[in-house]
C-alpha cells in the first residue's frame, strides 16, 4: 500500500503519517502549508506542497507515486471562522473533497480514510453518543464534515469505493513537544495562554446539570487519533468494508477536571474565573466507543493528564 495523506504537514496529520510510517509503507503528503509546517513531516514521507482543489496535480501525485488508499485530513476546521464565512468551508471542505474522490475514481483508488468530527452530531441530548446518533450539526464546519460523509457514502454505493469515517471528538496532547498544536482554539492551550499571560482561566458557565456544573467533554489524545487512523487504514487494505467510527475514550472530564490537571501539571494557580455561558455549548458530549473496539479492534491508550503533560512540554518548546 501507498498512503496519501492530505493535510499531512498540520497538528494531527503529521502524527498521522508518522502512525502509518510504522507499517513500512510509503506515504506521500500533499498540503498547502496554509496551516501545516513542513517541518512536521517525518523525513520518511514524500511533502508536495499544493491543494486538493489542484485536480491536475491530484491526479499527477495518485498516478507518479502509485497511490493506493488515502487519508483525507486537510480542511479548514474553525467552527467560529465558519459561521463568518461559509463559502470557504464549503469550497475547501466539500468541493476539496469532490476534487480528490473524482481524481481517487479516475485512478481507481478505491480506499479512503476520511477525517470526520464530533461536530456532525450538534447538541445530542443522550449520555453517550453513539453512530447512529442523528447528526444535526450547528455550524458550517460541522455540515461540511457531514456532507463529506454523506458524499463518501454515495460514492460507496456507486463506484465501489470503501471509506472509513472516523468523528474526533476533542483532540489534545502531542506524541513528541515539536508536533504540539499550535494553534490556540482548544481549551487546554487557551488555559495555557492565559495563564502565562498571569490571567485567570474562564469557565463559560458553572450552572449545567453536571456534577460539577462545568461542561463535560471526551478528550483524545492526538496519538490515539493517528493509532486510529493507522487502525481504518489497514482495515481498509485488509479488504474491510466501509464504516463510520467515533474516535473518543468513551469517558468525559469536566472543565474544571481538566483544569485541575493544568494546575498540577505546570504547577501554576489554575483557579478559573466562571462567566456566562455560550451560546450553543451542550452540557454533555461523550463518545460511545464499543463500535470501533469491535470493529478495529482499537482503544485509546492515553488518559487526560497524559493530554496535558505533552501538551505543555510542547507549549513550553514554543513559548519558553
Known amino acids: 500500500m501507498t498512503w496519501l495523506v492530505t493535510g499531512g504537514a498540520g497538528y494531527i496529520g503529521a502524527h498521522v503519517v508518522r502512525s502509518l510510517l510504522q507499517d513500512g509503507d510509503p506515504v506521500v503528503v500533499l498540503d498547502d502549508l496554509s496551516t501545516g509546517d513542513r517541518t512536521r513531516v517525518d523525513p520518511a514521507a514524500v511533502l508536495i506542497e499544493g491543494s486538493v482543489l489542484d485536480r491536475g496535480l491530484v491526479r499527477r501525485v495518485l498516478r507518479e507515486h502509485g497511490v493506493t488508499g488515502v487519508v483525507h485530513i486537510a480542511a479548514k476546521k474553525q467552527v467560529g471562522e465558519s459561521m463568518a464565512d461559509p463559502l470557504l468551508y464549503y469550497r475547501e471542505n466539500v468541493e476539496g473533497l469532490i476534487a ?11 480506499r479512503f480514510v476520511f477525517s470526520s468530527s464530533a461536530a456532525t452530531y450538534g447538541l445530542p441530548d443522550v449520555d453517550l453518543v453513539d453512530e447512529d446518533t442523528p447528526g444535526v450539526p450547528l455550524s458550517p464546519y460541522g455540515e461540511s464534515k457531514l456532507v463529506g460523509e454523506w458524499l463518501l457514502r454515495h460514492c460507496e454505493r456507486a463506484y465501489g469505493m ?13 506524541a513528541t513537544p515539536e508536533l504540539g498544536d499550535t494553534g490556540v482554539f482548544n481549551l487546554i492551550p487557551m488555559v495555557f495562554e492565559r495563564l502565562q499571560a498571569g490571567e485567570r482561566a474562564r469557565v463559560f458557565g458553572g450552572d449545567y446539570p453536571t456534577p460539577d456544573g462545568t ?5 483524545v489524545h492526538v496519538a490515539d487519533i493517528a493509532a486510529a487512523h493507522r487502525a481504518a487504514a489497514r482495515a481498509l487494505a485488509g479488504g474491510a468494508p466501509g464504516a463510520t467510527y467515533n474516535i473518543g475514550r468513551g469517558e468525559g472530564s469536566s472543565v474544571l477536571d481538566v483544569l485541575r490537571v493544568v494546575g498540577e501539571v505546570t504547577g501554576l494557580d489554575a ?12 452540557a454533555r458530549v461523550v463518545a460511545a466507543v464499543d463500535r470501533i473496539r469491535d470493529g478495529l479492534g482499537f482503544t485509546a491508550a492515553h488518559d487526560l493528564r497524559s493530554m496535558v503533560e505533552s501538551a505543555w512540554a510542547g507549549w513550553q518548546l514554543r513559548h519558553p
Open 215 to 219: 461542561c463535560v467533554r471526551d478528550y
Open 162 to 174: 470503501r471509506t472509513m469515517n472516523l468523528r474526533y471528538f476533542n483532540v489534545a496532547g502531542a
Open 100 to 110: 480528490l474522490a473524482e481524481s481517487c475514481r479516475e485512478k481507481g483508488v478505491d
Open 271 to 282: 483557579t478559573p474565573e466562571v462567566v456566562e455561558r455560550r451560546d450553543g455549548d451542550s
